[in-house]
């Protein structure tokens, strides 16, 4: 959506915190990616070569994704101001002494993006919801979106389909300070909280 897309651009890519931001908002809203996946990203995960990447998700279960172009480009250039270091996380702090990002982290950088971007505060969670509606409007099968979310189960998946479908992912702030509803964590089946 607009909003995804604006969330995405609001981040200054030029600088070490807005490049590392850029990618980690790519690998939410592109890939479906949960907040402790991204925080667990290593640098041998990343396989440039075919075009892919290692997810570590929930219970040990390790999916290879294809690497999108603005993801992989992301990432690269993040890597690239980052530059050399013995850690072999993606993604590190800011601040020394430096060390892997913990997963809150990444819910921190979804909400200055909302911030800079001007709409609602969401979670990162809510970035899989977001590709979930995106692919189910493109017509994309319940077992699609499955396998990119990598749910265990296709009921899970019909849950986020029948969210995504009723409501917006996200909205502008309104005037005033009121906000629309949007989709929030009870909404969710158990398992994705």
């Known amino acids: 959506s607009a909003d995804i897309e604006r969330l995405i651009g609001c981040c200054d890519a030029s600088t070490l915190d807005g490049a590392r931001d850029a990618a980690i908002m790519l690998l939410l809203a592109r890939l479906g990616l949960r907040s402790i996946e991204v925080a667990r990203l290593e640098l041998s995960d990343l396989d440039w070569r075919a075009g892919e990447l290692m997810v570590r998700g929930k219970g040990g279960r390790e999916d290879r994704l294809p690497l999108p172009d603005d993801v992989g480009t992301a990432l690269a250039e993040y890597l690239t101001v980052r530059g050399r270091r ?51 409007a493109q017509g994309a099968s319940l077992q699609d979106i499955s396998q990119v979310l990598r749910h265990r189960h296709l009921s899970t998946t019909a ?35």
Do not use: W
């Open 159 to 193: 849950i986020y389909a029948k969210c995504a479908a009723r409501r917006s992912v996200v909205s502008p702030a309104q005037p005033g300070g009121t906000r629309r509803k949007v989709l929030g964590s009870n909404d969710l089946p158990r398992s994705e909280r």
């Open 86 to 136: 013995e850690l072999r996380r993606v993604f590190l702090t800011l601040r020394t002494p430096t060390r892997p990002i913990r997963p809150d982290l990444v819910g921190d950088v979804v909400r200055r993006a909302c911030h800079r971007a001007g709409v609602e505060q969401i979670t990162p969670h809510r970035l899989r919801h977001a590709l979930a509606s995106e692919m189910l």
